[in-house]
């Protein structure tokens, strides 16, 4: 059992940068393979980035490739996903979710654990 749990979400302007952060519970952290999704009202969750268990393989949805970036810190299971350059589009609740599948995953369905989501909303 993997429990998570995302911070760092809030309220920024357009241009602006916000970081956020999943912390993990349990000393499995390092066999999972984590990703960020979000989520906007009246649409379906969608994959922002995905990390490898080691964080050796990366990927990006086109959305925000360029833009954000994914990382993580296996010894403080946590993993962060830093926004630059946000625009209004990028308004939806976040959520950080791990899978055992090996390598990176951008499929929703395929993820075991699943965290609360933080709202990020960027103003115009």
């Known amino acids: 059992q993997v429990q998570l749990v995302e911070s760092g979400g809030g309220l920024v302007q357009a241009g602006g940068s916000l970081s956020l952060s999943c912390a993990a519970s349990?000393?499995?952290?390092?066999?999972?393979?984590m990703g960020w999704f979000r989520q906007a009202p009246g649409k379906e969750r969608e994959f922002v980035a995905g990390i490898s268990l080691s964080g050796g393989i990366i990927r990006y949805a086109d959305s925000v490739k360029g833009r954000f970036t994914i990382s993580r810190d296996n010894a403080k299971n946590t993993v962060y996903l830093q926004m630059n350059s946000l625009k209004p589009e990028d308004t939806a609740v976040y959520y950080c979710?791990?899978?055992?599948?090996?390598?990176?995953?951008?499929?929703?369905?395929?993820?075991?654990?699943w965290g609360q989501g933080t709202q990020v909303t960027v103003s115009s």
């Open positions: 349990g000393r499995t952290f390092n066999r999972y393979g």
């Open positions: 979710a791990a899978h055992s599948r090996g390598g990176v995953v951008t499929t929703p369905y395929e993820y075991d654990y």
